[in-house]
């Protein structure tokens, strides 16, 4: 009965009466949101700007200049042997501290990752944990532990494993130690996102297709770990090739890393050309890594697209 | 306004000018001044700044400095806003060589007399303080036996164990002349190829190439190392200090290098004639000596120890009493001020191989 | 890798589940069921979400581990097996497509498990892949294809190792209705042409009917009844399965003296009650009711009220309300003879035949 009435309610309508709105209203209704959504973004772009690239740029001058000239001397000034040899550190350094963290990093993200959610959200926190402490308390508490009278050594030597306390401290190896706990971490949280997003009907299908478990985790799972890898591997690797508290705290000095020649033009020589230099170099040689692995892999893939 | 006073407002004309001292006083004049922070700077308060703002009428406004660098930007950005600033004196002589130190005028020059221009004074640096450059050692290490010089710290047949010595060129060339035989008053200029050569025999054996003094205490209190060249205050503290897991620690002024800290007012400091005034009190004898009972720091005016405000059986720990200054020998800042960057660069590389 | 036995062929095998029990903490999924399934049959697992279709086919597949109870291929108690050593092919609901492999990728896995030489996994790949009609897609990625393709592609993985037995877990649920039901078809033809036994898990029950040789309902961890998909349709054993298989409307009958009784009338049946104890109903299918105009003979005549219409284009429905809160349907064809329907609120007649009444039990005794 009402859909009848309705319908002839419709049918008596003036449809001459109606203004409908034009294509060009409905342009200038797209752009005028669209321009909405632009400016909401504006404060944002600016505040990058200016607290982040604006330092870059005046960096990138910097680097350039000797006094009120231009010259390329701080570029050339990096041909010296104090800062081949330091690069090469700093590069060897970052390789073996991101090797040991994957390889230390994958099996614990997998085990979290494959336990039950409150024990693995317990885990997590330990993971966690010594990111909520000081750089410097965990740089401090490893030279307690590693030093020539220390713990691991008196141990060690109590049990008559050994005669003479072993140099784990104030070296390589020490640096390496200190760097591997403060960047696992990093290694450990996006292998674990990614990991605990592999729905098990991945491995349940690789087993049902005739994959053992050892050939189900290689042929399936670490693949499909991959994003979350290659994000560990470069935020990992990044960081530490802008380390500096950790070699300056357990290297004994003889572990210098790009940072530290940053650092010792600023201070030693005031050189703020040479030392953005030095800054330029390490930004573009990071920003290559990232490039070189985006086209590897897909940045998305490191974003975690899929 | 005096006009306007009279009869029944007097009294509270009266009570008006009474006032104005009191305002002038909230209006005092403010002296920034920064320093390295720390146990030092507290006792430099104790030992100076009190007196300073006393006899000038003036606040004092306590900064913290990190070294050249700080002033090196307060004074690029044209507006400083230390009046005052404590640096090392190499670091004084290479900002004057830079020419960014306001010049003392005569009246405070005529106060520096008695500070030897040997240990940096200039008419741009007022050193404050002396202190030294010397070996310290675990007295377990070595029973019986004394480290008299940098020699010891070569030799590891007699003096077996870790050493540590500072991640810098700045002492160590010194050290390594002087071990292969050079005697201290012809060091300089400094013979670069003979010192690397010395250090390369040296570089085995050094475990900890400190880079903070702090670094420098705590591996020899810890026992990571046997022997330390090292910051007299820093090895005399842990004199004093209960012992650590290293024993008894012990050190010895023999061979000393000489070293000291500067006042110096930045260029285009606001209020650098209060500031020179400032210098002036704090480089009085009797003022100047005071430091050395707050701090294991020597004063850096000669008169200082005929004042008798050092009390005697302080005198043995102060590198430049008159029993000890001999002992050793003053650095030599203008040395440095031409050759530190190319010697760093240099050192760096010797340390990575 | 698996006996071929008397009973089996080379292409199939039987399965046997024997008295499984699957409980997790107090709930039962799998109430000690039993199944012979026959070699070359096509089965369906029917039931709602929870009843344990789920549970008994990952059980076949390995994944899951039964409390109590055993499972056979044929001669070979498998109970025991782990998943990649039972040689079963299976279409997961999600397809569990690796996205990290192509189409061929896909499809070769199982082979390349097996050590079969390349160039044959290249070509078995391109035949199972021309048999679901993917023939041009062996190089796309997983994420180019659409729901439909995927789906293809997960069979052909399924069934490129050529395994005898075949367990899909609602693989059809993800597509729309049209593609759902031309699937249907085309997973039936490639089984009659395969022949591999085939376990179908599915809650849709027309899905069910229109692709099993038997279908095994199941509810609460327990089969309510095995037949044919016209068994189970047209002879249902429990008001249960009436319910639950095809659309029809229960009304509660008394029995007095081996007849039933709709308030008081006697009612004229095609046969007695098969499972006689108990509450008895009768099943009314909106498609087997007629609406009366007049005559009325050997019908039998329930009085009621219209109450809806609801129009769905190939045919019309028209709900019924019979005394006691009641409700009944009647389905009419979309053609252009028979009565026009009644109005809502005005007084209706429905006649049912006697060839086409059901009496069911509210619960069959097990």
Redesign the interface.
Known sequence: MTTTSLADEVGRRDHAAWKAPNEAAYRRRERSETTVLAALAVPGLLLIGAIALTPIAWLFWLSFRSGSDFTFEHYERLL???YT??LQ?TFELSFLVTAICIALGYPLAYLISQVRPRLAGFLLLLVLFPVWTSLLVRCYAWLVLL???GVVNSWLQDMGLIDAPL?L??NFTGTTIGMVHIMLPFMVLPLYATMRSI?R??M??????????V??FW??FV??S?PGLFAGIIIVFVLCLGFYVTP??LG???V?MWSM?IE?N?????DWGAASALGVVLLAMTLAILWGVGRLIGFDRIVGG? | MMGKCGGAISLVCTALLLAAPQAAAQEKKTLTISSWGGAFQKAQKEAWFGIVEKELNVVIKEDNTSGIADVRTQVASGKPTWDLTTQGAYSCALLEKEGRLEKFDAETMKALTDIPTTIGRSEHCAPQIVYSVAIGWRDKAYPGKVPEGWAALWDVKNFPGQRSIRKHPIYALEMALIADGVPMDKLYPLDVERAFKKLEQLKPHVLVWWSSGAQSAQVLKDGEVDMVAAWNGRIQALENEPEGKGGKIKTTFNQQIIVSDSWMIPKGAPNKELAMKAIAIMSRPEVNARISNYINYAPSNTKSYDTGVIPKEKLPNLPNSPENFGKGFVQDNSWWVNNADAMVKRFDAFLQR | MTAVNGKGSAISLPISIRNVTKTYGTFTALDNVSLEIASGEFITLLGPSGSGKTTLLMVLAGFIRPASGEVRFGDRDVSLLPPHKRDVGMVFQNYALFPHMTVAGNVGYPLRLRGVAKSEIADRVQKVLALVQLGELGTRNIDQLSGGQRQRVALARAIVFEPRILLMDEPLSALDKKLREQMQIEVRHLHQRLGMTTVYVTHDQREALTMSDRVAVIDKGRFHQIGSPRDVYERPESRFIAEFIGESHLVAVSMRGGTAHYRDRPLQLAEPPRHPSGQQFLVMRPEKLKLLTGGEDGLNVFEGTAREIVYQGESTLLYVDLPDDVEVAIRQPATSVGPALPAPGTPVRLGLPAGDTMLVPAERAP
């Open positions: 010296h042997p104090t040899l330091t550190t030093q020539r009278r140099r401290m104030h729905n009907d991945y349940r299908a690789a087993a049902n297709l005739g994959a053992s478990p050939k189900a042929g399936v693949p499909l991959f300056a705290l004994g000095g003889r210098m020649q010792r600023v201070t030693y020589h005031s899929r």
